[in-house]
Each structure stands twice: as structure tokens, then as C-alpha cells.
């Protein structure tokens, strides 16, 4: 599998990582869900739901797209499975939008700001790879090895590359 | 500037940030950890660093210089801060020029053998390394009282004027 953008590698990455995390959490016992650690976002759950949402909002941001209605908030909680379906949507979608928008395309956000495509990409790869971590020390921190989700592990899986922690 | 060499720009700044930030710590701080992490913020630190230094050297296909970053060796945080800082200038020059992500490279595991991965692979755990050992960073400092600095990619594009407010 070839990159056909600077980005998509990362990009897949970075969706690959999520929706393997989900897919580990959604095997564990409901009631690690509600477990979190001293230092991160707050519950498993809320974490994974955190970085599913907030990535509907970045590419909502970059399309004026809203995948997967109803937007996820905080203060509704959304089972496993959906987070799943809007991860892969969003996922699907940003690999669109760096295969066509500008990354000096300037976008406006909330509140009066204003924010290029390019920081709005860098910031959805490092809001995922910040959450994801959080979720993993959440599972270290109570005795549960995490799953792998590095980008070695994301090239193994996509039999690409050999490469291993 | 490509999607992927602002994600890289952002890498850089926020790793100098988090270096900067954990090195002006007093030694007692820099001993403090938290359970789900991978150790101390010096070890932490210090391995962020010395492994940007080994995927520098994968990508120039030569062996990290004199130096470098070594989890083995490297105890002086003043030389870490200087090596991320020269480590910015490599990668911000490297991001700039044409990138062949499909182009298959070769990386010393820990183990002693020989790995094959796409370059594209090793951009993609590169960015996801630096924002996975940050997070923890700032899990830890969170987990131990004190505020961590501010090293979002929206944070680095209001800093840089990318986002106005």
C-alpha cells in the first residue's frame, strides 16, 4: 500500500490506533470502562469517547461535514459500538480531505478564531496519540496491558513494513 | 509547507517545549512518576529524545553522531535540551524537501536484527512516539500537582499566529 498524500500514513495510523483501542475495550470487563488514573482526561470510556468526538468536531471543521449525527458531547454518553462507527467515518473522511484542501486554507473555528487546515490536521494526529495514551495508562495503571498501537504496529498490520518495539 | 512538514514542525516545537519545561524542574520533580506511565519524566524525557535521535538516523542512513541521546549513557538534561533543539533543525530542514514515504529503509532493532519499513511507516510512529511520551509527561506531572505546559498543536498555532483568536 502506497501513500498517495504526505499524510496518509499518519492519518491511518492514527485511525487504525482508535479503532484498535476500541475494539480491546469493548472485550473488557463493562466495569473497567469506569476506571480511570491520577493525570488523565477521566474515565476509559470518557477518554475514548473524548477522542471520537473531537475528531468528528475537527473534521466538521474541515468540511462543514457532521458525520454520523447526532454530534458526540461530553454529556451524553455513547456506547462502544457507535464510537466505532463515527471513528471509521471520520477516519474515511479526513484521508478526502488531504488528498484535495489546501493546508494553508485558512477555516474559522469557534468564539471568533480562526485556524489553517494544516494545524487543524497536526492537531487531530496529536489529540488522538494524546487520549489514546491517556487510555493506556488508565489500562496499565489498573494491571491491564494495553494493546500495541504504535506506528510499527500499524505497519505490521497493514504488511508493509517488519519493523517491532 | 506540506500537511506532513507542519505535523513535523509541530513535533519539534512541542518536544523543545516539553524538554525546556521538564529540564527546568527541580531533581526531586524530575524523579516523580505515576503508575501507567513508562518511568520518571528524566527517563521519559530522555527517551523521547534519544529515540527521535535513532529515527534521524534511519532516515540519513547513518548512525546518530557522538552526541546524541542515549537512554544507556545520557544523564545531563542540558544536553538533552540542546539535541532537541538541533534535532528541530534536522527534521523542520528534512520536512522541506521532497519526501519519498514509499521509499523502503532499514532500522537496528533492539535485538540486533535488521528491519524493513516503508519510510512513510517510520514518519507515522516518529509523530505518534512524540505525542504518546508527552502525553505521559503530562500525565505525570498532572498526577503530581503541578500544570503541565500548554503543548497542543492549537497551542503551537496561536503561538505562531497560524491560529487568531
New interface residues.
Given amino acids: 500500500m502506497g501513500a498517495a498524500h504526505p499524510l496518509e500514513h499518519v492519518l491511518r495510523h492514527n485511525t487504525w490506533a482508535t479503532m484498535t483501542l476500541l475494539e480491546f475495550c469493548a472485550s473488557l470487563d463493562p466495569a473497567t470502562l469506569e476506571m480511570s488514573a491520577v493525570g488523565t482526561y477521566g474515565t476509559l470510556h470518557g477518554t475514548l469517547q473524548h477522542v471520537v468526538g473531537a475528531e468528528q468536531w475537527y473534521v466538521q471543521l474541515l468540511t462543514g461535514q457532521l458525520l454520523d449525527r447526532p454530534r458526540i458531547r461530553r454529556t451524553e454518553r455513547h456506547p462502544l459500538t457507535e464510537l466505532a462507527t463515527t471513528a471509521a467515518l471520520t477516519g474515511a473522511r479526513v484521508l478526502e480531505v488531504v488528498a484535495t484542501d489546501d493546508a494553508t486554507r485558512r477555516i474559522e473555528m469557534n468564539e471568533g478564531r480562526g485556524s489553517t487546515v494544516g494545524v487543524i490536521l497536526a492537531q487531530l494526529v496529536h489529540h488522538g496519540n494524546e487520549h489514546r495514551t491517556q487510555a493506556t495508562t488508565i489500562l496499565g495503571a489498573n494491571g491491564i496491558e494495553p494493546p500495541p498501537l504504535s506506528g510499527w504496529g500499524y505497519g505490521r498490520a497493514a504488511g508493509i513494513s517488519e519493523a517491532e518495539e | 509547507?506540506?500537511?506532513?512538514?507542519?505535523?513535523i514542525e509541530?513535533d519539534n516545537w512541542?518536544t523543545e517545549k516539553v524538554a525546556g519545561f521538564c529540564a527546568a524542574l527541580s531533581p526531586d520533580q524530575r524523579a516523580l512518576t505515576?503508575?501507567?506511565?513508562m518511568g520518571t519524566i528524566t527517563a521519559t524525557l530522555i527517551h523521547l529524545v534519544a529515540a527521535k535521535e535513532r529515527y534521524a538516523a534511519s532516515l540519513r542512513g547513518t548512525p546518530p553522531p557522538d552526541d546524541a541521546v542515549r537512554e544507556t549513557s545520557t544523564t545531563d538534561l542540558g544536553q538533552v535540551v540542546a539535541r532537541a533543539k538541533a534535532l528541530s533543525e534536522w527534521f523542520g530542514s528534512y520536512a522541506k524537501g521532497p519526501?519519498d514515504?514509499?521509499r523502503v529503509i532499514e532500522?537496528r532493532?533492539?535485538d540486533g536484527s535488521t528491519?524493513?519499513?516503508?519510510i512513510?511507516?517510520?514518519?507515522?510512529?516518529?509523530?505518534?512516539?512524540g505525542?504518546?511520551h508527552?502525553?505521559?509527561l503530562?500525565?505525570?506531572?498532572?498526577?503530581?500537582g503541578i500544570e503541565p505546559p500548554h503543548y497542543?498543536?492549537?497551542n503551537?498555532?496561536h503561538e505562531l499566529g497560524?491560529?487568531?483568536?
Fill in positions: 509547507m506540506s500537511d506532513l512538514a507542519i505535523a509541530y512541542a505515576t503508575p501507567g506511565t519526501i514515504l514509499d532500522r532493532a533492539a528491519q524493513r519499513m516503508p512513510g511507516i517510520l514518519i507515522a510512529q516518529f509523530l505518534h512516539h505525542n504518546e508527552r502525553a505521559q503530562g500525565s505525570i506531572l498532572g498526577a503530581n497542543s498543536a492549537f503551537w498555532g497560524k491560529i487568531s483568536s
